[in-house]
């Protein structure tokens, strides 16, 4: 079964500062997606990045880039410029490309940012 | 356009009672799923369903029953509630898989079991 984890349960950065978030899964499919999701208090899920497994170029959105090393099933969070609105909890999930592509989330990773 | 509507938004159950959390989509998305997320954890799939007629388990799917008569629409029922049920559960949708599969998630129903 595919599983994910996030080793890291808090990290915290200061403002501007540059932060990663680790996540490493577990499968033996060799077609995947990978994505980063935000949930700040209000509960909401918010897509932050998304990356697919045949693309060894690595997904950048704005401030927000990942290092996918498919050999080491990695797939880390790279926060850039860190902004007080960066302050979350963050999810690693894996899609399965069968069963209705549903996702498999991490445990997550609490985000602080202090000015 | 409202996307993932969830109601309620919160509530609070007796233990023994049952009841119905609501889900509606506006996007005309095939698949469907439910979550509950417990306290400082991850997201945990308890159904899903790509399509009308059609569900399936998830990790977690002893206590729920789902049915799936409409594409907009994918309610969860909670059957002699327990306190171990307690949690934020989160409905989602998504057009298919490939890229355009990204899902688009509800904003979460409060539950409390007493």
């Known amino acids: 079964a595919q599983t994910v984890t996030q080793s890291q349960p808090e990290m915290s950065v200061q403002e501007a500062e540059t932060v990663t978030l680790s996540c490493t899964y577990d499968t033996s499919e060799s077609d995947y997606y990978l994505f980063w999701y935000k949930q700040p208090p209000s509960r909401q899920m918010i897509l932050v990045i998304r990356?697919?497994?045949?693309?060894?170029q690595n997904a950048t959105e704005n401030r927000f880039s990942v290092n996918f090393q498919k050999a080491a099933k990695s797939f880390s969070l790279k926060i850039s410029d860190s902004q007080l609105g960066d302050a979350a909890m963050y999810f690693c999930a894996y899609r399965w490309e069968t069963s209705g592509s549903r996702l498999t989330f991490g445990e997550g990773t609490q985000l602080t940012v202090n000015p | 356009n409202a996307g993932v509507t969830q109601t309620p938004k919160f509530h609070i159950l007796k233990i023994g009672q049952s009841m119905t959390l609501q889900c509606t989509q506006d996007?005309?998305?095939?698949?469907m799923y439910w979550y509950r997320q417990d306290p400082g954890m991850g997201l945990k799939l308890i159904y899903y369903?790509?399509?009308?007629?059609?569900?399936d388990k998830g990790e977690v799917p002893n206590g729920y029953n789902v049915s799936r008569s409409t594409t907009e629409d994918f309610p969860l029922r909670l059957e002699l509630a327990a306190p171990s049920q307690t949690s934020v559960y989160f409905c989602?949708?998504?057009?298919?898989?490939?890229?355009?599969?990204?899902?688009?998630f509800g904003p979460g129903t409060r539950l409390t079991v007493l």
């Open positions: 369903s790509v399509g009308a007629g059609i569900t």
């Open positions: 990356q697919e497994a045949y693309k060894q």
């Open positions: 996007m005309n998305h095939n698949y």
């Open positions: 989602a949708s998504a057009s298919s898989g490939g890229k355009r599969g990204e899902q688009f």
